[in-house]
């Protein structure tokens, strides 16, 4: 009886621990496929009184069907079996990642559906509803993401004791193949739309240098000058080559730069299939190619960005410089010249060039850090000379910016298209004296501030006046926050939600502005529009397919930045998040941009990201030294 009765306990124990041991995991996976199955569809109606918490779950879930129950039963398993390795991996980093990313998955779907926020406000029963989403996205993320740095810890990514070569040819001139391999990618879309495209912003650069239009810093006016001199030079064959002229030569150095990083990632030491996803990154995915045959700044910055990357990487860590065979005086006299072709191809490159010099002082040797502020002192020098002593002499006008005015512009629009009979008439007047007040409410677009900024009252406007404006626009915000708030983050989720389909404006540049270059212009594209459109709908493809979309969605990058940033502080490589800095600042620039979700102001990151992420992963895997300095 006695032994009996120590069995009994024994199993009762036993059953105990077990229940102990996978409540937690089922519980996480419920709640997981919970978050998975939610649409946000009826958020809208979630105060209504007749509504319960249960009714309310029912409307807004996908439904629960066999998909569901395999899911369930799939992820069940996977939690059960990682439980006890999540458990030991799991650090303050990858818990903070995953609540991150869980806000801005629930920003995400309320916005994209809704408009605004009632996802997570609308009554209780939402809330709640909201909330138990957000833990079951959180338990997906920091399991993922606390196994994922945990087998980089032990199994790093990019080792490769046995680096396979590349065929005789290919090793010899890799640099050149690398360029060719490139070109033949972007061949289709430069022939297809031959002589290329002319987007508003490029029709404006090309403009200005034919002096149909005040010629203004608005765009970059020394990019506009070499574009203008490139298209007077093709001009002498025909319209349409003094386009290709642009397009050729841009085409060739964006191709330059590229190969230059695949080149340098392949010195460094990466494997033979990082080498080859890098060039095919370069070459097949369709935004490059849009790129290459358009005129439009973006091109030109995003290639830069990508090359200053990589040797920006080499002059913080002189192990790589060693591999380059060029000394740290050579590495910084390119990495200058880059940085400031970047500060004249896009007015906001010296917000990313300057603070990116500033911290290269923590890399250099104590004896060489005088080199770090001799750079940032010639490149603000430089910059500035260009813009306040060259441009006037050259007759060139200073365009008043509104770039810094699409947040709160956008925000004063939005509440008054929701609380029109809340402003006072001092608050109006104010107003008025900086936008045109009776037009910005019909106007606001809540994903484009470009209607409400052109409202703009530009050269009228004192300092007076923006001071009685942000005097109202701060009354206003103590009165009703929440409408702020909703509409700087429908101006912006589009740069940290990967799955969000950009309504405001298209990601490629796959059109022609229909008016005339300059006068009397006989610049048209020979292919027919039907021809152009297959070959922009194959491009469309990549946005419709899932995996493929979120090679080609702003908010992809700015997860794998924090992702690289969170791996270096789980590894303890602290110095390491300096050198991020400037992809960091590019995400910064995004969410302040005029637009929700457009690649084209993500696509500098997009085009850095392969020298990142490798120099990320191999430099928090200590497969890269920096312990030596530059003292010798």
């Not at 209780?124 to 957000?134: D, G, S």
């Not at 030491?269 to 369709?286: D, E, H, K, M, T």
């Not at 409410?441 to 501030?449: I, V």
Request: hydrophobic fraction near 45%; glycine fraction near 6%; include cysteine.
């Amino acid at each position: 009886m006695l032994e009996w009765q120590c069995d009994k306990n024994r199993e009762d124990l036993l059953v105990e621990k077990k229940l102990k041991k996978y409540t937690l995991p089922v519980i996480a996976a419920i709640l997981t496929v919970f978050a998975l199955s939610m649409t946000g569809l009826y958020a809208g109606s979630a105060d209504n009184p007749g509504e319960t918490f249960f009714s309310l779950c029912k409307k807004e879930m996908t439904g629960i069907g066999i998909d569901k129950l395999v899911v369930l039963i799939a992820i069940i398993a996977l939690y059960m079996k990682c439980w006890r390795n999540f458990c030991r991996s799991c650090k303050w980093i990858t818990h903070l990642i995953a609540a991150m990313f869980s806000v801005f998955m629930l920003i995400g779907m309320s916005f994209s559906v809704q408009g605004n926020w009632s996802f997570f406000t609308a009554g209780r029963n939402q809330i709640l509803i909201a909330l138990l989403t957000w833990v079951g996205f959180f338990f997906l993320f920091d399991i993922v993401i606390s196994l994922l740095y945990a087998y980089g810890e032990k199994h790093p990514f990019l080792h490769s004791r046995n680096i396979k070569k590349f065929p005789e040819f290919m090793e010899k001139h890799y640099l050149l193949v690398a360029f060719l391999l490139i070109l033949a990618g972007w061949l289709p879309y430069i022939l297809i739309f031959w002589p290329g495209s002319v987007p508003y912003d490029g029709f404006r650069q090309l403009n200005m240098f034919a002096g149909n239009q005040r010629f203004t810093n608005k765009h970059p006016w020394e990019l506009s000058l070499i574009m203008g001199a490139l298209m007077t030079i093709g001009n002498v064959l025909s319209d349409n080559w003094g386009i290709f002229m642009v397009v050729g030569v841009l085409a060739l150095i964006y191709a330059v730069c590229y190969a230059t990083v695949c080149y340098k990632l392949k010195s460094w030491g990466a494997p033979r299939w990082f080498n080859i996803c890098c060039i095919a990154f370069f070459s097949l995915v369709p935004v490059f190619g849009a790129y290459s045959q358009t005129i439009i700044k973006d091109g030109s910055f995003s290639a830069l960005f990508s090359l200053f990357m990589v040797i920006y990487v080499e002059c913080c860590i002189p192990t790589l410089r060693e591999k380059s065979g060029q000394s740290l005086r050579q590495q910084l006299t390119v990495l200058f010249l880059v940085g400031f072709g970047m500060c004249i191809t896009r007015n906001n490159g010296l917000y990313m060039v300057l603070p990116a010099f500033i911290l290269l002082f923590f890399f250099l040797g104590k004896k060489r850090r005088l080199y770090a502020v001799g750079m940032v002192i010639l490149v603000t020098v430089g910059y500035m000379g260009l813009q306040k002593e060259v441009a006037p002499r050259l007759y060139i006008g200073n365009f008043p910016s509104r770039v810094f005015f699409s947040i709160p512009m956008q925000q004063t629009a939005r509440y008054l298209k929701e609380y029109p009979d809340d402003v006072t008439k001092e608050e109006a007047k104010a107003i008025d004296g900086v936008m045109k007040y009776d037009e910005i409410a019909d106007l606001y677009n809540p994903e484009l501030s470009d209607p409400v900024k052109a409202t703009y009252r530009g050269g009228h406007i004192t300092m007076a006046k923006l001071k009685r404006y942000f005097n109202a626009w701060f009354s206003m915000f103590l009165r009703h926050p929440g409408v702020y708030i909703e509409a700087t983050l429908h101006n912006s989720y589009g740069y940290y939600y990967p799955f969000h389909n950009c309504t405001a404006q298209s990601s490629y540049r796959f059109y022609t502005v229909n008016e005339p270059l300059i006068e009397e212009s006989d610049y048209h594209q020979i292919f027919s529009a039907e021809t152009r459109n297959q070959l922009k709908r194959y491009a469309d493809l990549w946005s419709q397919i899932p995996g493929l979309a979120q090679i080609c969605n702003a908010g992809t990058y700015t997860w794998i930045v924090i992702l690289l940033l969170g791996y270096l502080i789980y590894r303890k490589r602290w110095k390491g998040i300096l050198v991020l800095a400037a992809p960091a600042l590019n995400v910064a620039i995004c969410i302040a941009s005029p637009v929700n979700g457009l690649l084209r102001y993500t696509f500098p990151l997009m085009a850095c990201m392969p020298a990142v992420i490798f120099w990320g992963l191999a430099y928090a895997e200590k497969a890269i030294d920096d312990k030596r300095t530059d003292e010798k």
